[in-house]
């Protein structure tokens, strides 16, 4: 099984790799991708330029010790919004029809899905990992809340038997760390260590990133 972790990664920090390691270990994927993205379609804008946040992404790697791991550039350096979709139908045709391929997501993506591209077609390329902090069946629209019911299961073990087509709700340790508030710390110079790795950490304060931010700056 192979797990995709897409997001901006504006600043990445230990609840990412948090995430991404206990995900691992409740799914037994053998290997996880981060696929940081150009820009989301739904944000209007990055807040560091694309080498800064790759290079803070292979600082955090270096940091993990995790071989497993590997980072996917194609969509960070593209210029262009990114979409689920495609960078499912992308890593699908890599794999092929029979490989396990799940992509990670939190509950505030999934509360948006319904406004994501194609995004009924995602569960025909990969199953979808997601952490949540409530009942995924609270989740969303009726449209949406449906959609989810009919794919859910609770067993890491199916997804293995499975290239795709199901939904799994993940227990992971909640970090309460959100990258607007972590950003909006920076740029107010408080005390970084519990929420950033130290190489991640010390690259930003030797560039001063995120140092300008105004207050009202948007995730």
């Not at 901006?8 to 920090?13: A, I, K, M, T």
């Not at 995004?119 to 990969?126: M, R, S």
């Not at 790795?197 to 700056?217: F, M």
Request: aromatic letters at 8%.
């Amino acid at each position: 099984m192979l797990m995709l972790f897409g997001g901006s990664f504006d600043p990445v920090h230990k609840g990412h790799r948090e995430v991404a390691t206990a995900a691992q270990q409740q799914l037994g994927a053998h290997q996880v991708v981060w696929l940081p993205n150009y820009r989301s379609p739904l944000k209007s804008t990055s807040h560091t330029k694309p080498e800064h946040r790759q290079h803070m992404l292979e600082l955090m790697l270096a940091h993990s010790q995790q071989s497993s791991w590997q980072l996917d550039l194609n969509e960070l350096h593209s210029a262009e919004p990114c979409y689920t979709i495609d960078s499912l139908r992308r890593w699908r045709q890599q794999l092929g029809p029979s490989h396990s391929l799940v992509f990670l997501l939190g509950q505030d993506s999934l509360q948006q899905l319904n406004k994501w591209r194609d995004w009924q077609q995602l569960t025909d390329l990969a199953h979808l990992a997601v952490v949540s902090r409530t009942s995924l069946a609270t989740a969303g629209t009726d449209e949406l809340k449906n959609w989810l019911k009919n794919r859910l299961i609770t067993s890491p073990q199916l997804l293995q038997s499975r290239p795709f087509g199901s939904i799994i709700e993940l227990n992971t340790p909640f970090w309460d760390i959100s990258s607007t508030d972590l950003r909006q710390a920076l740029a107010d110079q408080r005390p970084l260590d519990d929420w950033l790795d130290p190489p991640v950490r010390d690259y930003i304060l030797k560039l001063g990133l995120y140092r300008h931010l105004e207050s009202n700056a948007s995730s």
